[in-house]
């Protein structure tokens, strides 16, 4: 990547605010971090966590660790995982707190070497590692270890070159995947000061953005505040979005609202990494995924993947892999030939009575109403149906509960099976969407 980065140096590789760095000015800024974190005493063979998001500095810094053998573990402010519990589990031996614009303390940890088996290979070796953090389906923390060279592998070859916004957050894998995406095209990265639809559309406008990488819960809010229809969106030529089911609905909306720009589904996951995909042309959530390095097979209806980027592993919960190396993805799919179209993860799944039930199916249904802002869907323990389904429901303005709740059911009732109608609607005001841009579907 650096002997890219010097065939373009006077090519934009960051813009943050009115501040442009190019590809010569970041590469003499790592060699800078490099100096800093061997003055710092932080040197090959350590774990380093950083909290921060996207910044030409903080990006520096990130190369400045990996060339010098650390491994590393980013975390955002709003991290999935409390930050004690992602530092212990880490075993992190220095913190630096990069969270601030142009402040930074480090804070050194523990002088003791990991000890988790994961963790004492890569530092063995001073082989640069990646962890990253889930709270998992129960709640329960595991931090996901990858051999950061193995990662970085898959962009030896240069891809198109896009101005696109770091949306997903810097500890999640898709976020450091884009930034590697991006970076390894010789593209732009555009940093933004929060990721509110009017933030984001202010800053494709104004830096004439071609590629926005999201999520199907961020580009439903996106629709619903109409902000689109205040800035000159027209540089947009794609717009991907992946990490949960897409409602056909907002896809729908989407392609209307959008329909000069090519809308691609993604497909990947911490533990194997980001497939390669191509949408079907016919505006449906049907998908193709795999490529080089990836295999996948459905079994019993389940997505399983074979990856030469996969993890090495977990750290807090057993290893996941298969003896032949296959992941199970908990994705239920559907398949005609080599397309999918994923209906929803296995530990979402509502049990109704025996009958199975998908949030996304009943979100989509929902978000076909007029004034509805969001919606999530999740279950309700109940001592006769084993659980019954509970819709919280955000609107555009404001609408009388009990209104809402009828208009919802008659809806529901008109285009779903009766054991899908939730039971219960909730106008709900709080959150529907995590600091990830991802459905809440618990209870809380």
Aim: net charge neutral; glycine share 10%.
């Amino acid at each position: 990547m650096l002997e890219r980065f010097a065939t373009a140096p006077a090519a934009a590789a960051f813009v943050a605010g009115d501040i442009t760095v190019t590809y010569g000015q970041l590469t003499e800024w790592i060699e800078r971090e490099r100096r800093w974190v061997r003055e710092a005493g932080i040197c090959g063979g350590q774990v380093v966590a950083i909290v921060a998001d996207y910044s030409p500095d903080v990006y520096a810094l990130l190369l400045a660790l990996a060339l010098e053998g650390c491994v590393l573990v980013p975390l955002s402010t709003q991290a999935v995982v409390e930050r004690g519990t992602a530092l212990d589990l880490a075993e992190a031996g220095w913190l630096i707190d990069a969270s601030r614009l142009g402040e930074r303390t480090i804070t050194r940890l523990t002088e003791d070497a990991p000890a988790h088996p994961l963790l004492a290979r890569l530092t063995a070796a001073s082989t640069p590692g990646l962890v990253l953090f889930s709270s998992g389906s129960t709640g329960t923390p595991k931090g996901i270890v990858h051999d950061l060279g193995r990662v970085a592998e898959k962009f030896r070859r240069q891809g198109r070159r896009h101005v696109a916004i770091c949306f997903l957050m810097i500890d999640h894998f898709g976020g450091i995947n884009t930034l590697l995406a991006i970076t390894s095209g010789l593209g732009t990265v555009v940093t933004v000061p929060d990721r509110s639809p009017r933030a984001i559309c202010e800053a494709i406008e104004r830096q004439r953005v071609t590629l926005l990488p999201t999520t199907p819960s961020f580009l439903t809010m996106l629709l619903a505040s109409q902000a689109p229809t205040s800035f000159d969106l027209s540089s947009l030529e794609v717009i991907s979005y992946g990490t949960e089911v897409m409602p056909q609905t907002t896809l729908d909306r989407l392609g209307t609202a959008f329909p000069d720009v090519r809308l691609l589904q993604t497909y990947g996951l911490s533990e194997v990494g980001v497939l390669r995909s191509q949408s079907r042309a016919d505006g449906s959530r049907w998908v193709r995924v795999g490529g080089a390095g990836f295999e996948t097979r459905v079994v019993n209806g389940i997505l399983w993947v074979r990856s030469a980027y996969a993890m090495l592993g977990y750290l807090g919960a057993p290893d996941p892999f298969d003896a032949d190396g296959w992941f199970c993805t908990q994705d239920r799919v559907e398949q005609e030939g080599e397309w999918l179209r994923i209906l929803g993860r296995d530990t979402d799944l509502i049990n109704v009575a025996g009958q199975k039930v998908y949030p996304a199916e009943i979100e989509n249904c929902i978000l076909e109403l007029e004034g509805i802002e969001d919606v999530a869907v999740h279950a309700e323990p109940h001592p006769l149906l084993g659980a019954i389904v509970v819709a919280r429901v955000r609107t555009v303005g404001v609408e009388e509960a009990a209104a809402l709740k009828l208009r919802v059911r008659k809806h529901c009732l008109a285009g779903l099976a009766p054991y899908k109608v939730p039971t219960r609607v909730v106008a709900w005001e709080g959150a529907t969407v995590s600091a990830r841009q991802k459905k809440l579907r618990r209870a809380g």
